[in-house]
């Protein structure tokens, strides 16, 4: 995902040459989005989020602590991820076998409290979807947060809005309904407009 994004993680150039290098194996340099700069890409919500940058919207929207944010583990601590849940000998078996790896994630991203899209990506939307259909057939609070990716990169580019005017431009916002557009991929809407009136 990282690699295909084509955006900037702030890992320097040893990063930035080690996901050009897994592109070009990998896709053998057919990405779109390597035409683009690393601000482009951010204005136009094609990067997917940092866990720091997770971390400070997340605090924004009043989830976590109010001190400075220097990583997302240090303002949730009881994250949990693969390395938490599996035993060594767990992950040594599904180790570099990407469907098994995407599937572990899957699994874990669909029986969570809570789930934040941080990627502009298929599964991301179909995530998102199905956890918003079976949370609404099953009558669970499933805590879904899709953020603008778009808007998001704008503010996290803009280096001289404080953390004051970041966290009070999210206090009050709500999430939108938004209905299926034609056109549009059945992993980003796989249900119909009238879901809910059948």
Known sequence: MAAHSACDFGGGKVEKLALAKYRQVIWQGRVLNSRFTDEELRSQGRCPLT???????????????EAGISTLRSL??????????????????IKG???????????VS??????????????????????????????ENMKTIRPNMALLGQLFLNQSLT?????EGHK??????????????????PAPDCMCSA
């Open 163 to 167: 953390w004051v005017e970041f966290h």
């Open 97 to 107: 076998k990407a469907s098994l790896l995407a599937a572990v994630d899957y699994y």
């Open 76 to 93: 949730f601590p009881l994250m949990e991820d693969k390395k938490s849940l599996a035993s060594s000998d767990e992950r040594a078996q």
């Open 51 to 65: 866990p720091e940058e997770i971390g400070l919207l997340l605090a924004a929207l009043g989830c976590g602590g």
């Open 172 to 189: 009050s916002w709500q999430g939108l309904l938004r209905l299926q557009r034609s056109q549009q991929s059945i992993y980003t809407c």
């Open 110 to 139: 669909m029986h969570s409290d809570i789930f934040i899209s941080a990627s502009p990506g298929n599964m991301h939307n179909a995530e998102v979807k199905i956890r918003q259909m079976v949370g609404h057939r099953t009558y």
